[in-house]
């Protein structure tokens, strides 16, 4: 029975793993922003078999309630095993062109409220010398586009932070996991047209609750995702700088 903090508990994602850890007994400790929509939640992991389920209502952009959330799971939940990182927000890139504060506010969101909460994380579980630290970034980070780069930017600082944080904490025992889905069918996509490269969200949760027993690293999911970015990656700049994808 693992002890487990997941914030972002809403995104269907994060629903899907919990789903997963529920039904292995887990402790869960659900953090999001609708506190009717984790009530629901956590009546059906317990219905799922979760061991324990308690919900805690925090906007992520709020850094001054990171600390106190993390003192409430641990005090909860008498400790922590493992944290998932999950919440997100896809912005509308065109938008965001057009506006410095609503780019630096899905930059926020995406990316520093993540950094806050990895580096109180990082600190807890280095003094415990141990523990699984589980951050959701994307293949958007591999690297910018012009059809997504506000999203894929914020995406490129976690998947690199955790990156440098998965070294650092590799001595102390502790696993630092970054997940780097492609295209998952969730509400965040609901818009898009979906594909032959489409993944459901219980897909991706069962990547990651592998992931997160096994030893840590940058895992692509589903794991196709690894050629089609190192293709990607491979494209010289000046040939990437002429086509739009
Ligand atoms: N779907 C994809 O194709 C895809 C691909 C790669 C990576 N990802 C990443 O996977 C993760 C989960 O996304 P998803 O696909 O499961 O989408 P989702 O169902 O739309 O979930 C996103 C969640 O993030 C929460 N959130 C947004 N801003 C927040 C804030 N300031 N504080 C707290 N919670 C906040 C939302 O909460 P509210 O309900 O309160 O708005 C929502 O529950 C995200 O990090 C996303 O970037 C998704």
Redesign the pocket.
Known sequence: MKKILI?????????ATARVWAQQGDYLFL????AQ?LAVLAEDLRVRGAGRVETYV?????YAAHAPMLDAAEQALQGLDTVL??????PDQAACEQSVELTLRQID??AL?VVGLLTLLANRFEQRKAGVIAV?????GDRGRASNYV?GSA?ALVSEFASGLRQRLAASGVTVVT???????????AS?KKGPLWAK?EK?AAIIAKACDSGGGAVYAPWFWFYIMAIIKLIPEFVFGKIKI
């Open positions: 914030v972002g508990a809403i995104s269907a994602i994060a629903e953090v999001a922003r609708d929509k925090m906007d992520a952009n709020d990182i999950a919440h997100g927000v896809l969101t995406n409220s959701i970034s994307s293949v958007a999203y995406k997940i780097k889905p492609g295209f998952v069918d969730t509400p965040m996509t898009f969200p991706i």
